[in-house]
């Protein structure tokens, strides 16, 4: 199961004790929390982590490159403009003149239409990280050829801000159980509210990006 940037055994491992990590009564929660850490982590950086197959991404035509938000960049698929409604999207042949894994660069070299109209951008891009469980069928994963394994210091993070978070709202977990019992959720903004704590800061300045065009 992907919480994150890790699947949930890492989580167990890492935030409950020996005697609970069997057990599935927090797995709702830990679930929430790692997702909601990744998701505060990649606003922080203005980019996404996760490595996703053909993603897709979007921006106006008047330019001469783009930079994917999922990198490092794999595999560029194809390229697409939208400018008329009832058109839709056409594909761009030969356009792309290189591309940057790195940074996620994809370049074409000069602006293609107006503002108004849509380059789509397809392609593979992003970290991997095992999102299999103990037990589940194939597990471990394989890392895919090309792929770029989730950097440990990265890792690091989650599990820091994840762990913090976790003991802050209710170190023994008996809230969380009582709420779940009551057939209630857990409120978004008990996770929400917890600020980046300093360590997981200095990690992730070296991600952030500060421009997305």
Known sequence: ?????????????????????????????????????????EKFCNRKFARVVADQFICTADRDHCYVPRYPLEVFTSIEMNADINVGWEMQTGLVLTTNPVSGLVYWGAGISFAWAQMRVTYTGGYFFE???PGDPNYPSAVPAGATVLPDDLELAWLLQCKHVWQTIDPRGTKLVAEEKLGRAVPQQVFGDMDLIPEVINILLSYRRMVML
């Open 1 to 41: 199961m992907n919480t994150g940037l890790g699947n949930l055994d890492t989580l167990k491992q890492h935030l409950l004790s020996p005697a609970l990590r069997a057990q599935t009564t927090y797995d709702v929660q830990l679930t929430a929390l790692g997702l909601g850490i990744a998701a505060s982590f």
């Open 131 to 133: 999102t299999l469980e």
